[in-house]
């Protein structure tokens, strides 16, 4: 009931305010189990995509957001448990991995649609990244669940780090047809098959996505910027206590 509540006030003004187009609608099933893999640009893919689905997607979120204390905490808690999101704890690599696929493989049970981003996190730069085998891939070969790829499209365009305001424009959501990987059921601990399961997978996102394919992690890559940026301000810091240094240096 809450989760069709929200639908409405949320994902209802969502369609009329940005009109998203959607391709291949007709891939999602209309009942029973599957996985919806898709690329992961903007906080806002978990919103625009249940938007357009007649049937509910339950993702995962971090526990963070379900456990802040005060009235701002529990209003957020309600807000994503609304929406479909169930609260994985992220503190061990490890333990969230089994978390994840432990919720993944309990919502696909109930015969009910499990949304799931391969690449573990958002996208750095709108590139596509690597995608993580240890739950997209696990939780389809224990299931035997249809995965269908999908496509976000534009939608980091909305509102970029830094921008208060959203930008008024269309975002799109290209749907694939389904992937069946029962072939490998029962190998869920193969971690060459769940290699290639995943990368089958992603090869389908970047060809709906257009996307550029980068094949590192996008956690990796988030660090590597972040080493980068910090870099450059060591740099220009440098610079400028040298600059400083030598006017001390020449009205001396």
Known sequence: MLYGAMKVAIGGPLKVTFRPWVEGLENVPAEGPAILASNHLSF?????????LDRKVT???KAEYFTTPGVKGRLTAAFFKGVGQLPVDRSGARGAGEAAVKSGIEVLERGELF???PEGTRSPDGRLYRGKPG???????????PVVPVA?????????????MPKLMRPGIRIGKALDFSRYQGM??????LRAVTDEVMYEIMKLSGQEYVDIYATAAKR??????????DAVRAEKDAA????RTTES
């Open 44 to 52: 806002s893919d978990s919103f625009f995509l249940p938007a357009v």
């Open 59 to 61: 993702f995962i979120a």
């Open 115 to 117: 949304g799931i981003y």
């Open 135 to 145: 739950g997209l891939a696990r939780v389809a070969l224990a299931t035997g669940a």
């Open 152 to 164: 976000m499209i534009d939608t980091e365009k909305i509102q970029p780090p830094g921008q208060v």
């Open 188 to 193: 869920e601990h193969d971690r060459f098959v």
């Open 224 to 233: 590597q910027i972040s080493e980068a940026a910090k870099a450059e301000k």
């Open 244 to 247: 400083k240094a030598e006017k």
